[in-house]
């Protein structure tokens, strides 16, 4: 064992020596031939590894590059095996690489916009300084869509996993931040606010998204890593999209070392579905539920996700990781407490319906729940409808004729 640390510590010298020989203006011929004396019968990956190794002992990234020239000539033009990620994690596109890029923008924005512009507010508190920390936190306020992901992707296959603590303690801080972040942009755009207030909440609200990334980045994604399967993060990365991102935009789309494995496909009826009013396809069935000018969830007797609909514009987020899922995992901790006493409230036959309305930016968001029974009165589930009614408050009048 010491005879192997004895070779590393040599080669990593040999690699030092080669890079100061390059910095001092030595050609890449000039140095090949030491170069492949010194990693003779080693793997590229553990070429890579030392590299990484200087590199965390301080050497400048730049000069570790200067290295890649020798790699060519050596390796024959094989960069890419040298520095090609040996995780998956580590691949532009995987879930993971996604929320670490944008971990790294969110505290690339709060060490040089958000820090400066508080220190320079403290000092001179103008609506001008303030103008500047608005347009940074409603930056900051985008990570929303980072969180959604989180919850709505990876916690629903920890929960699978038996994993269930870590995501709904981490999702009521999530919620905290978001409406820390609500009180901060409250503050900045009224000119009247208290700077040492506004201060102290901007400043607590930036330390949350801080502690929340090294929770992640400790925590989190080492956790997922090790209980998440390949196909499972190829489906995280197929949906991510269609919640959206923080700060970064993944170019490149992650494809898992050995092909997904297909999902069962089960046959639909060639024929009709019969109901009491009439038949349909089981086509027919889909396309009007996702025309609808409403959004419908459903869950069964069990609590258990079964069923969204996806009409053109959703009010909330909904992915397809969701069905199967308990529904008290798909609410912030800090309303679960109503979930459960409404569908209690249903199963005991005490309600069959309770409706709630949200202000939502430009959206006046109408939310209905309803207690699905049979004709003896047992319950199936319950029905989630939620649209944008802000149009409809809007009516006045009447229309009678056909737009053209």
Not at 61 to 80: N, P, T, W, Y
Not at 188 to 209: F, G, I, W, Y
Not at 239 to 254: M, N
Request: glycine share 4%; hydrophobic share 35%; with cysteine.
């Amino acid at each position: 064992m010491s005879e192997l640390i004895d070779n590393r510590k040599y080669r990593q010298q040999i690699l030092k020596e080669l890079i100061m020989e390059l910095h001092e203006g030595k050609s890449v011929d000039e140095v090949k031939e030491k170069f492949a004396h010194a990693i003779e019968g080693i793997s590229v990956a553990e070429i890579s590894a030392m590299e990484q190794s200087l590199i965390d002992e301080g050497m400048p990234v730049e000069e570790v590059q200067r290295l890649c020239d020798v790699h060519a000539a050596v390796f024959k033009g094989s960069i890419e095996e040298i520095h090609r990620p040996t995780k998956p994690e580590q691949e532009p596109g995987h879930p993971i690489h996604t929320f670490r890029a944008e971990n790294k923008k969110i505290q690339q924005l709060i060490d040089e916009r958000i820090k400066p512009h508080l220190e320079t507010y403290q000092i001179t508190p103008s609506q001008q300084n303030a103008a500047l920390l608005e347009q940074d936190f409603k930056l900051l306020a985008k990570i929303d869509k980072h969180y959604q992901r989180k919850e709505n992707l990876l916690f629903p296959y920890l929960e699978q996993a038996g994993i269930t603590a870590p995501p709904q303690v981490m999702w009521g801080v999530d919620d905290e931040i978001r409406n820390d972040l609500k009180e901060v942009l409250v503050l900045l755009s009224d000119p009247d606010s208290r700077p040492d207030e506004l201060l102290a909440k901007a400043q607590a609200a930036s330390n949350k998204v801080e502690e929340m990334i090294f929770k992640e980045e400790s925590i989190l994604f080492p956790l997922a890593l090790e209980t998440l399967t390949e196909d499972e993060w190829f489906t995280i990365a197929q949906e991510s999209a269609e919640i959206g991102f923080t700060l970064y935009d993944p170019k490149q789309t992650w494809q898992p070392k050995h092909a997904p494995k297909e999902k069962t496909v089960h046959q639909t009826p060639t024929g009709t579905i019969s109901f009491e009013t009439g038949s349909l396809t089981a086509e027919e069935i889909n396309a009007i539920f996702n025309h609808l000018p409403v959004d419908i969830t459903f869950i069964d007797n069990n609590d258990v996700v079964k069923y969204f609909s996806q009409s053109p514009e959703r009010l909330f987020s909904r992915t397809k990781a969701v069905i199967g899922r308990k529904v008290q995992h798909c609410h912030p901790p800090a309303s679960v407490h109503v979930v459960e006493k409404l569908l209690a409230d249903f199963k005991a036959g005490n309600k069959d319906q309770e409706s709630f309305w949200i202000e939502m930016g430009d959206v006046y968001a109408l939310i209905q729940y309803f207690a699905v029974r049979n004709q003896d009165g047992s319950y199936l589930g319950t029905m989630e409808v939620s649209q944008n009614i802000k149009p409809l408050k809007e009516i006045t009048g009447e229309k009678r004729l056909l737009s053209e």
